[in-house]
C-alpha cells in the first residue's frame, strides 16, 4: 500500500494513499541517474605513471555504468601502448564505453630533440587528440567530460562529484606538487604567455579556498557539455583570429576567452598531485625519476598509492646503492614512520636495514648509570635552557650503536637514515653519482651530511674544488641523513662520548671544530672529523617545529637524570620554527659547483 503524509493542524500525518481507482495508486519516483561523464586521457611515454594514474581512476567514487573512456597514445618509445591495451582488456566490461586510439609508429616526432621536447608538430597533435575526445563525447550525448593528463594523480575519490557540484563550464581541481607550480594560471599576457600576478600564491598555499575564475586551467579539468556556451569550445584548430603560442593548453583558454567562458579552478580540497615540468632536454629516466618523487611525497601525509590492480606491474630490484650498509633508525613504537619510510625505500629500489632506536622514554636511571653516561658539564639546550631530555639521550644512543656496528664489521662506507625525512627529486641518482666523484677524486673525508639544518649563515661555506653539489660544512643541526666512513664512525667512539653527553647534533658540529661554545669543544680533545655537506641537501624533514603532525621524540619527553621533569617544544611561539623558516629562505652556498640533475628539474613559478 502506497502512504502520502498529510498536515494535519500544524502536524505530519502519514496516512496510506487510497486513489478512486486502483490504478491511481502511486509509488515515489526512484533518483535520478548520476550525469554520464567521459574521461579523456592521453598518453605519452607514460609507462612509470599509468598504473598508479590508472588505479586513481578506478577509485573514483562514481558509477562505472556512467562513465565512458576515451584513451589515445602516441610515439612511444616505451612500453605505455602494451599497459594501456592490458588496462582496457580488463575494464571495459565495466563502463559504458571504451574508445581507444592507439598510434604504434613512428615512435619520435622528425623535429623533436628529445622525448621532453615539445615541437609545433607534437603540439598540432595532441590538440588533434583533444578535440577528437571532445568530439566523440558530444556524439554520445555526454553530459560532461573529464581531461586528465597521464601523469596527473586524482587521489581524491570524490572529485569527479565534487567538480560536477560547482555547476562549472570549465573547472579544475587544484592539483599539489613540490613546488609552487600547479595546473592554473591566474594572470595571462597579451601574447598568451604566464604572467605573475599576486593572487596566484594565496591560492596555491590555500590561504583562500573556494572556486576562483582564472584566465587558464589545464593538465586536469572538467567541461559540463550541458552548458550551451560549451558548444563553441575546441582545441583544434585554432581560431582563425589566433595569435598567441601554438600550445593545446593557450589555444584552448582562447578557446574559452572567445566563446565567454569563465574558467574556474577550486582548491576546497586535496584532489591530487602532479609532477612540476621538465626542461626540454630531460630523459625519460629523468621523467620516471620526476614521477616517482610526486609518489614519495603523497606518502609523506597520506596512505601509499596502490598502482591498478588490472595491470601486470614490474618487479623492483632494491639495492644499497654502492655503500657497505644503509641503515634506518625507528623507534619500534612508531609504526607509522617505519612503513612509510620501508615504501620510500622500496620505490626508489634502495635496501635498508632497520635500526631499533633506543627509545629514551623506557631508560630508567638505573640503566643510564650502567651505560656509564653522564652529562656534558654546563650544557644547556640554547632554545629552553634545560639540561639533555631522555629522548635525546636515546637518540644519541641509537646513532652511536651504528658508529659501534661499522666499527665492528668494518663497513667502509655506510649511509645513515632517520625515520622523519623525506627525499629530495632524484635523490638516489644525486647520491650515488655524488659518492662517485668524492671516490673519483679521492677526498679525505669522514662524514658527510645529505640532510640538516645549517646554523651559521654569516659567511658562505667552502665549495670542495672539483667535486659537485659539496661543501666543507660549518655548525649545523639535525642527522636526518649522513654518510659516514670506518674511519669518521671509529673517530667518533674513540672519544668516549657517552660520558660527556650532548645532543648528537651538536657532538658532531664538535667534532669538526665547528661549534660556537668553546666551553664544550675543550672537553674533547681530537677533534679532526673531517665533514662535508652535500648542496643542496639531498633529504628535508618531514615536518617542521610547529607544523601539523610535528611530532618530536627528542624533545617531548623528560630530563635525562629526572623522569619527574618533563619537556616540549614551545607550542606558543616558537622561536626554532622561525629560525628555520629564516635558515631555509637563506642558506644557500652560491658558489658550488651543480651537477647537470639540479638543472633538470625546475619550479615554474
Not at 152 to 178: C, F, G, H, Q, W
Not at 282 to 294: C, G, I, P, R
Request: charged share 25%; proline share 6%.
Amino acid at each position: 500500500m502506497s502512504v502520502e503524509v498529510l498536515l494535519f493542524f500544524g502536524c505530519l500525518v502519514v496516512a496510506p494513499s487510497f486513489a478512486y481507482f486502483p490504478e491511481e495508486r502511486w509509488s515515489p519516483e526512484s533518483r535520478l541517474l548520476q550525469p554520464r561523464v567521459v574521461i579523456a586521457l592521453v598518453a605519452r611515454n607514460a609507462a612509470p605513471s599509468l598504473p598508479y594514474v590508472l588505479g586513481c581512476i578506478e577509485r573514483l567514487r562514481y558509477p562505472k555504468e556512467r562513465l565512458a573512456l576515451w584513451v589515445a597514445t602516441d610515439h612511444n618509445m616505451d612500453n605505455t601502448t602494451a599497459i594501456l591495451r592490458e588496462w582496457l582488456v580488463n575494464v571495459q566490461n565495466e563502463y559504458h564505453k571504451v574508445e581507444w586510439r592507439p598510434m604504434e609508429e613512428p615512435r619520435t616526432y622528425r623535429d623533436e630533440e628529445g622525448p621532453k621536447d615539445w615541437t609545433n608538430s607534437r603540439y598540432e597533435y595532441v590538440m588533434k587528440l583533444r578535440q577528437a575526445a571532445l568530439t566523440s563525447a558530444r556524439e554520445m550525448w555526454a553530459d560532461y567530460v573529464l581531461f586528465v593528463d597521464a601523469d596527473n594523480l586524482l587521489t581524491e575519490p570524490d572529485t569527479l562529484n565534487l567538480l560536477i557540484a560547482e555547476n562549472k563550464t570549465v573547472v579544475a581541481p587544484m592539483m599539489e606538487s613540490r613546488a609552487a607550480y600547479s595546473n592554473y594560471w591566474c594572470g595571462i599576457s597579451s601574447q598568451g604567455y604566464y604572467k605573475r600576478t599576486p593572487a596566484y600564491m594565496p591560492i596555491r598555499k590555500r590561504d583562500r579556498k573556494g572556486c576562483f575564475p582564472v584566465p587558464m586551467v589545464h593538465s586536469t579539468f572538467l567541461i559540463d557539455l550541458r552548458k550551451e556556451a560549451s558548444q563553441d569550445l575546441a582545441f583544434y584548430p585554432p581560431h582563425a583570429d589566433y595569435t598567441w603560442a601554438f600550445d593545446d593548453i593557450i589555444v584552448f583558454a582562447s578557446s574559452c576567452r572567445e566563446a565567454d567562458v569563465q574558467m574556474y579552478v577550486c582548491n576546497k580540497e586535496i584532489y591530487g598531485f602532479l609532477p612540476v615540468p621538465l626542461r626540454s632536454h630531460a630523459t625519460l629516466q629523468d621523467e620516471a625519476e620526476s614521477f616517482l618523487h610526486v609518489l614519495l611525497e603523497v606518502m609523506v601525509k597520506y596512505p601509499p598509492l596502490e598502482p591498478s590492480s588490472y595491470i601486470s606491474v614490474s618487479p623492483k630490484y632494491p639495492d644499497k646503492m654502492g655503500f657497505d650498509e644503509v641503515f634506518m633508525i625507528n623507534l619500534k613504537r612508531r609504526t607509522d614512520r617505519r612503513e612509510r619510510m620501508l615504501q620510500t625505500f622500496y620505490q626508489q629500489e634502495i635496501a635498508c636495514k632497520i635500526v631499533d632506536a633506543v627509545d629514551g622514554r623506557a631508560l630508567n636511571s638505573s640503566q643510564i648509570e650502567a651505560m656509564g653516561i653522564d652529562m656534558l658539564p654546563g650544557y644547556e639546550d640554547p632554545y629552553h635552557g634545560r639540561p639533555v631530555t631522555r629522548g635525546e639521550l636515546g637518540c644519541f644512543l641509537s646513532h652511536y650503536i651504528i658508529w659501534k656496528e661499522i666499527v665492528d664489521r668494518g663497513l667502509k662506507k655506510s649511509v645513515v637514515f632517520e625515520d622523519d625525512l623525506r627525499f629530495e627529486i632524484f635523490f638516489k641518482r644525486r647520491l650515488m653519482s655524488l659518492i662517485h666523484e668524492v671516490e673519483e677524486e679521492q677526498l679525505d673525508w669522514d662524514l658527510i651530511y645529505i640532510g640538516r639544518k645549517r646554523m651559521q649563515l654569516e659567511h658562505p661555506e667552502k665549495a670542495v674544488p672539483d667535486v659537485r653539489n659539496l661543501v666543507e660544512a660549518d655548525y649545523s643541526y639535525w642527522t636526518l641523513g649522513y654518510v659516514i666512513s670506518l674511519q669518521g664512525a671509529q673517530k667518533l667512539l674513540d672519544v668516549q662520548p657517552l660520558s660527556k653527553i650532548l645532543p648528537v647534533d651538536e657532538f658532531l658540529p664538535i667534532m669538526f671544530n665547528k661549534h660556537p661554545k668553546s666551553e664544550y669543544m675543550k672537553y674533547f680533545e681530537n677533534r679532526n672529523l673531517k665533514a662535508f655537506s652535500a648542496e643542496p641537501l639531498l633529504v628535508y624533514p618531514t615536518h617542521y617545529t610547529g607544523d601539523a603532525g610535528y611530532i618530536s621524540d627528542t624533545e617531548t619527553s623528560t630530563l635525562w637524570n629526572d623522569e619527574s621533569k618533563t619537556t616540549d617544544w614551545d607550542r606558543a611561539k616558537s622561536q626554532k620554527m622561525k629560525e628555520q623558516i629564516e635558515l631555509s629562505s637563506e642558506a644557500q652556498n652560491s658558489d658550488v659547483i651543480q651537477s647537470p640533475l639540479d638543472r633538470t628539474a625546475r619550479d615554474e613559478l
